[in-house]
């Protein structure tokens, strides 16, 4: 039975574009009850400057007690190296950095050029690697399958600098459909390239559903053999450039496709729909998405590692 | 380029669940507005008993004005030989019967067994064709991939009552996942077989979103050569059986789909989305879903027409 890991990217993804800043003793309580119903890894925070990003002032706090539940990997946000020290200092599992294939993306989050971008993470894995005990690096390839600046963007040079990061010693790399313009054949295809580049390294799915189409991409990916996702509880998140967009995929939908597909993700779906509450008593005015918390779980729904252990015992 | 059908079932599907009587010349702006965005094919009401259902009370008026419109196919629900009748007498161009795979559905959405329902059918198909211009008959098959009583559905007793169905003279045959149990990969497996039994009619997809998956069901669907859908604009309708789950598929979101990927729907996403103040301003209280109605189209995008034009010219 094959796996499929959740990254829960609500705290980080989705919190970064809410001005209500959620109280860190919520954050926590969000951390615990998410890993309590079995998600493996949540980016837990940003360690962007507080003076750039109020919401994430409480980094230490929040990693500090993440760091605290057993079995859980703990990843974090790192804008540059003095991000990269902070997460070192901590001893943050996982740290995920950001470029975008496209330069005016790129420019407008980071004011850099892409390829000033991808140096100065070649600098921050130097530095890493120096430490005592290294961090896996986890570097995220924003707007891979489009921008809302430049439109269409050149899949061959998504392959090229996922060659190019691989080379500079990530450990895993993260195509990011940040703005929701990819659709299931772009994802087959730009995967499937980026994997024969990079060779035998995690490379993850990061998905936005800002236009319908977040589910059928996960499908797309899957069925090319990629075993890692990003996705935010109630689908909490946007982007800044398109008001009204939703946010990244819903952690508790993609769990539903995944279980239905057969891929164990460890998670309960009922536990992880639990959640939510957490989120409504402390992001007010924030609308929570998603499926099948409305609607519930089918009757009689076996989660795939339930269905395995029934075939296996006939 | 290969070419989808889209039949645009808010007017039916939707409104059927809605206790507010939608005014007959909304109806009638709503199917224009449709017609004129591109859409080919809308099933325009139900010849349900007005006493049953009092939003079909002007079925009469709406179909007469639909057939003024000038290339659409008008369809209508039939739910009995009376309402065969009905859309006989005002020349409706295809008419739409349903019947559950799950008995227990059957019986409770029609009072009598589903093997009841197919001699019913058998019966209507007989009166219809005596007819002098027989319209086109479309048999739908509600809870084909699960029921909200019974769980998980027999997949064998769906290509058996597929074969039964055609077998007596349907002329297109609609898989329905009524209450949104399916996941993409029992789509494939049973449109295939359902495909496989029934030769070269058309067998078409009718999808709810219920549990998030209905986008990812329509590219399963697609894979395996459907090319006839149903959608209701703004994902209107839902399922009395389960509160608050979302309904039909969204029709924009739909159309983004199937362009994305290169399949021709006919249809201008823009012009359809603007359709959704029709409904806003006469479905008050109404939730208007819809990803790409609150995201836009992206930067550049090109209908999967112009594409193939621009091919064509190189």
Request: include cysteine; proline fraction near 5%; hydrophobic fraction near 45%.
């Amino acid at each position: 039975m094959p796996h499929v890991t959740l990254r829960e990217v609500g705290l980080r993804d989705g919190l970064q574009s809410l001005k209500h800043f959620m109280p860190t003793s919520a954050k926590c309580d969000w951390i615990a009850a998410e890993h309590a119903a079995g998600v493996d890894e949540i980016e837990v925070t940003s360690f962007v400057p507080p003076k750039l990003l109020p919401q994430f002032a409480d980094a230490e706090e929040v990693v500090t007690f993440a760091l605290g539940l057993p079995g859980l990997t703990v990843a974090a946000l790192m804008p540059n190296l003095r991000g990269a020290e902070r997460g070192l200092a901590l001893g943050v599992h996982k740290l995920n950095y950001v470029l975008s294939i496209s330069e005016s993306h790129n420019q407008s989050n980071v004011r850099r050029s892409t390829q000033e971008s991808i140096d100065d993470f070649s600098r921050i894995v130097a530095a890493v690697r120096a430490a005592d005990k290294p961090p896996v690096l986890c570097c995220g390839l924003a707007t891979a399958f489009g921008c809302t600046f430049e439109g269409a963007v050149d899949e061959d040079r998504v392959r090229r600098i996922a060659g190019e990061i691989a080379a500079a010693g990530a450990d895993e790399i993260m195509l990011a459909d940040t703005v929701g313009y990819a659709a299931p054949d772009a994802i087959a295809r730009v995967f499937a390239a980026v994997k024969r580049e990079v060779g035998d390294m995690i490379v993850g799915a990061h998905f936005h559903d800002t236009r319908g189409l977040g589910i059928a991409n996960v499908k797309a990916a899957l069925d090319v053999g990629v075993r890692h996702f990003d996705a935010s509880l109630a689908g909490l998140g946007g982007c800044p450039f398109a008001p009204g967009a939703t946010g990244n995929i819903v952690s508790e939908d993609f769990v539903f496709l995944c279980e239905s597909l057969g891929y164990d993700t460890g998670i309960d779906i009922e536990r992880l729909v639990a959640v939510r509450p957490i989120l409504a008593a402390n992001l007010p005015g924030t609308e929570l998405l998603g499926n099948v918390a409305r609607a519930g779980l089918p009757k009689h729904f076996a989660p795939a590692r339930l269905r395995a252990l029934k075939v296996a015992a006939q």
